[in-house]
């Protein structure tokens, strides 16, 4: 029996120990598979993250040659850029170039027509003189427009926006335009405002000038009518005319270079350059252009400003009425004419001899020094070409001659140069300015104003 009892116990001691080997056995099995997959995920990291940088390594080359790709893009645009960049000014710069050197015969031209209108008698030959003279003026006017479109495309003319009054301006325009109208048997009505607007006083009155000139030219009976109205605190310019309208399809085409319609009979079709002026020119100003028009019962253009206080328009920057200038006798009065250009020197020397004066052409300061003895005397004025060879300038000739004669002897300036800048330096110096090509009445009317 105590051997059976001995046995049960060293069975159940066995069993005791058989469970606690098995917990131990479990729990290192346990351990040791921990271990085995923390070493596995280890090894699934270690290979993510090779794969991960050769794909790094792959994206940052491509992006590499992307980048090089898209910078040698820049390089081909930026000269590709540089290149029409340079072509642009060049060519604004040679248009501007050749107009200002064309309107030199030009001029020439006119002033030799003037005299020799003077030297006919026949009817027929007037009337030849007549129409050469539209010829001249129609050339004119479209390089002067050339000269505008290539200034604004290079840069040169920008817009001097300040508070402009209205009402000396609407009449200038109604004078310059109702003999015109009246040529082609239209009525022209232009009511004048004491209103005042922001804008640039040149370039506002080369936008009404081409609205007004294409309203009369597209005319053929009835007349054109221009006012103001306000609309809160805008101005709204308006222009209507008898016309025979535009067709809807073609109204925004007109605004366009070399577009035109059919004129008056009594008149002219232009160069399809005026409306396209208007739009640039506006555009710069940040003015609004718009049209309505109905075939067969005419067209209202419409120029949108902003208003300004009639009392912000400074006195020295009121464009006032020209002064009422007669013709006085200009016989024996005494010329220093001071010109570069032959051929314009020539004609207008011609001209002035013609109305009886007394004239000694140079082309120089120093040449006009020391020809002045041909004259016998100081001269009675002094009419000077801007631009002189050899960059020299005509207003220091002008007042070179001044110094030399101790005199401050009565002169003006001649010069195709239609900037601010050249108006602004005659201004400086008190002088007054005649744009070629020269008007023989109106170089005339200032010859005597500063003669007497």
Not at 26 to 55: C, K
Request: glycine fraction near 6%; proline fraction near 3%; charge should be negative.
């Amino acid at each position: 029996m105590a051997e059976t009892w001995q046995d049960a116990e060293t069975i159940e001691q066995l069993r005791r120990e058989s469970v606690k080997l098995k917990k131990i056995n479990a729990a290192l099995m346990s351990r040791v598979e921990r271990s085995m997959d923390q070493q596995l995920n280890a090894f699934s990291l270690f290979e993510t993250a090779i794969a991960l940088d050769h794909q790094i390594r792959d994206r940052t080359h491509q992006l590499r040659d992307a980048l090089r790709s898209v910078e040698r893009a820049n390089e081909g645009l930026y000269r590709a850029k540089q290149q029409a960049e340079a072509a642009s000014s060049l060519k604004s710069s040679v248009l501007i170039s050749v107009t200002h050197d064309l309107l030199q015969p030009l001029n020439a031209a006119r002033l030799t027509l003037s005299a020799l209108t003077e030297m006919m008698e026949s009817q027929e030959a007037g009337l030849l003189i007549d129409q050469v003279d539209r010829s001249l003026v129609t050339l004119e006017d479209l390089l002067r427009s050339l000269l505008e479109i290539a200034k604004l495309d290079a840069g040169a003319l920008r817009p001097d926006v300040r508070p402009t009054a209205l009402g000396p301006l609407l009449d200038q325009l109604r004078d310059e335009f109702e003999p015109i109208a009246w040529r082609q048997g239209l009525s022209l009505r232009v009511r004048t405002s004491p209103l005042a607007v922001l804008s640039d006083p040149m370039m506002l009155r080369r936008i009404l000038q081409n609205l007004l000139a294409n309203a009369i030219r597209y005319t053929r009976s009835g007349g054109v009518i221009m006012g103001c109205r306000r609309r809160g605190d805008r101005i709204a310019i308006q222009i209507s005319d008898t016309g025979p309208g535009i067709a809807q399809a073609q109204q925004e085409a007109i605004f366009r270079e070399f577009q035109r319609g059919d004129a008056s009979a009594t008149d002219q079709a232009g160069f399809g350059l005026g409306l396209s002026i208007v739009r640039r020119f506006a555009t710069a100003l940040g003015h609004e252009v718009r049209l309505s028009s109905h075939l067969g019962r005419g067209s209202t253009f419409v120029l949108d400003l902003e208003q300004a206080d009639r009392a912000d328009v400074s006195d020295d920057l009121q464009e006032m009425k020209p002064a009422d200038l007669h013709y006085g006798a200009l016989g024996g009065a005494k010329i220093l004419l001071i010109e570069n250009d032959a051929s314009g020197a020539e004609a207008l020397a011609a001209l002035l001899e013609g109305w009886g004066c007394d004239v000694a052409t140079t082309r120089s300061a120093a040449d006009a020094a020391q020809r002045l003895s041909e004259l016998g005397g100081t001269p009675d004025a002094i009419i000077a070409d801007l631009h002189l060879d050899h960059g020299e300038s005509g207003l220091s000739a002008v007042e070179g001659i001044r110094r030399q004669l101790n005199s401050d002897v009565p002169a003006m300036i001649i010069t195709a140069d239609y900037s601010e800048k050249a108006a602004a330096e005659a201004s400086r110096y008190g002088l007054e300015v005649l744009k070629k090509p020269i008007r023989p009445a109106e170089m005339r009317a200032l010859l005597s104003f500063l003669l007497s």
